[in-house]
């Protein structure tokens, strides 16, 4: 399963992409807001630090003013994928921006047809939010389970991109029902790296080589 980190801020891209483990970044409006900074000046860093797909959200809501602010972000880099949301006319943009040879991230998808139509549509990645699913009552992971194997049926290239994570416990989970990648806010993807036993035993270890009172 891949990682994207899901921030804009550059620090913890940095942070996060010196560890290893980062194969992509996902950014939204709200965490550009975040920043306070021009937003390709934002996504030219980001494509800087992290050679793989980097997510960059339009803000239009009408499919031709999504087309012309998507053809705008995919020059930025190459490696920048357009996110429309999970509306009509965010499947008219994908449809129109994939024929154009230009990644999209369907974003804000709720149940597998949503995801379904979205991978006909020509989308590279298919974004179910979990968390969200979480706070309403539902279980987020019976709706990436499906939307998996669903895709497994067929050949659509699309990716499962699970986003909204908001624990270790929902990384696991994206990782045990077989999704493609996650992506994960910097103060998660810390967690997952943590335990007090990996803590004590190394602890220990040192101690009992400094008794030794030897070099490597």
Same mark, same amino acid.
């Given at each position: 399963m891949k990682y994207f980190i899901d921030t804009a801020d550059v620090a913890e891209i940095r942070e996060a992409a010196s560890w290893g483990l980062?194969?992509?970044?996902?950014?939204?409006?709200?965490?550009?807001?975040?920043?306070?900074?021009?937003?390709?000046?934002? @996504?030219?860093?980001?494509?800087?630090?992290?050679d793989g797909p980097i997510s960059a959200e339009v803000v239009a809501t009408e499919a031709s003013a999504m087309i012309e602010e998507g053809e705008k972000l995919a020059k930025v880099?190459?490696?920048?994928?357009?996110?429309?949301?999970?509306?009509?006319?965010g499947l008219k943009a994908t449809h129109a921006l994939a024929k154009r040879g230009i990644?999209?991230?369907?974003?804000?998808?709720?149940?597998? @047809?949503?995801?379904?139509?979205?991978?006909?549509?020509?989308?590279?990645? @298919?974004?179910?939010?979990?968390?969200r699913l979480d706070d309403i009552g539902q279980d987020g992971f019976a709706i990436v389970e499906d939307m998996v194997q669903i895709l497994s049926n067929y050949d659509y290239p699309a990716e499962v991109l699970v986003a909204s994570v908001r624990s270790t416990t929902h990384? @696991?989970?994206?990782?045990e029902v077989g999704a493609d990648i996650a992506t994960v806010p910097f103060a998660v993807l810390k967690q997952t790296l943590h335990h007090p036993l990996t803590d004590l035993g190394l602890e220990r270890f040192l101690a009992d080589w400094r008794k030794t009172n030897q070099k490597i």
């Open positions: 980062i194969d992509g970044v996902t950014t939204n409006p709200s965490l550009m807001a975040k920043t306070g900074r021009p937003y390709h000046d934002v @996504l030219r860093e980001i494509c800087e630090i992290v880099h190459k490696n920048i994928v357009v996110k429309c949301p999970m509306i009509i006319e990644r999209v991230n369907v974003t804000l998808i709720f149940t597998p @047809l949503q995801a379904l139509a979205a991978a006909k549509v020509g989308a590279s990645f @298919l974004s179910p939010f979990i968390g990384l @696991l989970r994206a990782a």
